[in-house]
Nanobody, 124 residues
Framework: QVHVAESGGGSVQAGGSLRLSCTAS????????MGWFRRAPEKMREGVAG???????YYADSVKGRFTISKGDAKATVSLEMDKLTPEDTGMYYC??????????????????WGQGTQVTVSA
């Protein structure tokens, strides 16, 4: 059974930084995707940053140059460093992992294991 858990998040003023971390257990040794998604109030879920099955990195246009996703030293761990945060970055952030290989690190339909989410709030 796969379990995904996020940590980090919180409240920060615009221009500040936050770091999110995620660990997925039970994935096995096969290639898989891991990524970060967010859902802002009254908006649809969107992919923020992720790795595909080959390790290629994907970023949403809105976060390029500000957010950095990285793999941890331990297996199936990823972090998201978020800099120059704006109020538009406010939302619930979810870490996700795919049980099998996936082709697009930002396509939520390719991920079948999700964390509970962690809130990020950026004030003006």
């Amino acid at each position: 059974q796969v379990h995904v858990a996020e940590s980090g998040g919180g409240s920060v003023q615009a221009g500040g930084s936050l770091r999110l971390s995620c660990t997925a257990s039970g994935l096995g040794d096969h290639p898989h995707c891991m990524g970060w998604f967010r859902r802002a109030p009254e908006k649809m879920r969107e992919g923020v940053a992720g790795f595909d099955g080959d390790g290629k990195v994907y970023y949403a246009d809105s976060v390029k140059g500000r957010f950095t996703i990285s793999k941890g030293d331990a297996k199936a761990t990823v972090s998201l460093e978020m800099d120059k945060l704006t109020p538009e970055d406010t939302g619930m952030y979810y870490c996700a992992a795919s049980t099998g290989y996936c082709y697009n690190g930002l396509d939520g339909y390719e991920f079948d294991n999700w964390g509970q989410g962690t809130q990020v709030t950026v004030s003006a």
